[in-house]
């Protein structure tokens, strides 16, 4: 590839990236290359759009999932953390709780 095709794939790069972002798809550059290579070898942007999409809305229910579970953790692991050392995990150090204290 020469300079002029270089410089030129960049800036349409660059192009679609700003697309991307303004419209908040949340691709990076890395990715829509990708896109756009696979584009190039025949691929029907539509289909390829589906795909994404379809990926895309996993990933989202994956990292929702990931998201509640680490706002649960400052409940859950002092809990469980107790609870696996054979403490009581009822205990209260201000003695909110003296049935705990006892059994």
């Known amino acids: 590839m020469d300079q002029d095709a270089a410089r030129t794939a960049k800036e349409s790069l660059e192009l679609v990236f700003l697309m991307s972002y303004i419209l908040g798809t949340g691709l990076d ?13 025949g691929l029907k942007p539509k289909a390829l759009a589906v795909v994404v999409k379809r990926f895309c809305m996993g990933w989202r229910a994956v990292l929702y999932y990931c998201l509640k579970s680490f706002a649960k953790a400052p409940e859950v692991a002092p809990y469980t953390l107790a609870k696996n050392t054979g403490l009581n995990p009822n205990y209260h150090s201000d003695g909110a709780s003296e049935e705990a204290c006892t059994g």
């Not at 550059?29 to 070898?41: F, G, K, N, P």
């Open 29 to 41: 550059r890395h990715t829509l290359s990708v896109l756009i290579a696979i584009c190039d070898l």
